[in-house]
């Protein structure tokens, strides 16, 4: 053989090992990515945001986290217990609370022991949006309202002011945000609950000044005992030109009570979420400016698989939550 043939013959052996050592490096990556799950809610819903900025954070570190949409809130906390594949979710406070309260039923009980926290969230504000010709959640009463399908945060969330208010609407209907704001605009509704971080897409993109729709705020002292007060600012939305006064609830990200590699995935990415909460803020969803990660959510004990690789160790309170002291004597 020639030398320069020779050549040849040792360039496509080195190319060859070098595709079969490639290739072989590829593989293990993909053999190493983490495969994790989510529920959210609908893809309108902040809840589904904030599950698509946390996919992409954690994509960049190995982690490869389905975000499905679902109902909300009931549904999750349920699709955390059970769903295969689902090792994470976000519910509302007021949900978990509910849940932790009823000790007759075996199931629920075995959920409220199961389910643990992350990490707290945000507040979502109770979005209550009616014919500009409502005055107030007081007003509903008589009316007709949707609340959010069965299994969503808003549909639990509606009952429950609607429980300690004594406010009674003629017909409760139970249907979801798109479903609702077309009735609503239709006039088949005269108002509509959605429980939501804002600004909510669903409001910003398919509301508009000449629908004759408006904020309502809610102020009724008895559910102001129970919830807390905010303010959904001037100009969150293009067509509110002013303040409304309304309560909100905090989200919460959840998961089950795993053992073994699960709480090895979930510690790694509560670790991943909180050395980058700066990013999150930066780069994802306004409300990750209002997030904090060491707010004591009351009553509720962080997952130990989040506490071993925690960023700075912290530990949370296990003092009693209000929101569960407030709801047990009420339904």
Known sequence: M???QLCVVVAVVIAGMMSFILTGISQAKQTNTVQMGMVTGGTKGT????GLNLEKLVKQNGINLKVNESNGSVENIYAVFKRPNTQLGIVQSDVLAFVSKVETDPVLKKIAKKIKLVYPLYD????????????DFDDLKGKIVAIGKEGSGSYLTAKLL?????????????IGGDQALEKLKAGKVDAMFYVAGYPVKLFTEQVAAGDGLALLPITNDKVTEFY?????????????????????????LVSYDFRMSNCENVGNFAKLM???????KENGH????????????????????VQKYQVGGKQRSKESNPVFEAIKDML
């Not at 979502?124 to 005055?135: A, C, F, K, Q, S």
């Not at 409300?287 to 509720?300: A, M």
């Open 47 to 50: 809840y589904y945001q904030f």
């Open 286 to 305: 306004p409300k990750w400016e209002s997030v904090d990660l060491d707010y004591p959510l009351k009553g509720w004990e962080q997952y130990d698989c």
């Open 162 to 174: 609607f429980e300690v208010s004594e406010i009674t609407p003629i017909e409760i209907v139970a």
């Open 2 to 4: 020639k030398r320069g």
């Open 124 to 135: 979502e504000e109770v979005h209550l949006l009616g014919r500009n010709d409502i005055t």
């Open 228 to 252: 807390a007060e905010t303010v959904i600012p001037e100009n969150t939305y293009a067509w509110q030109e002013t303040e409304v006064n309304s309560v909100a609830v905090k989200s919460v």
């Open 274 to 280: 909180a050395g980058n909460i700066e990013w999150l």
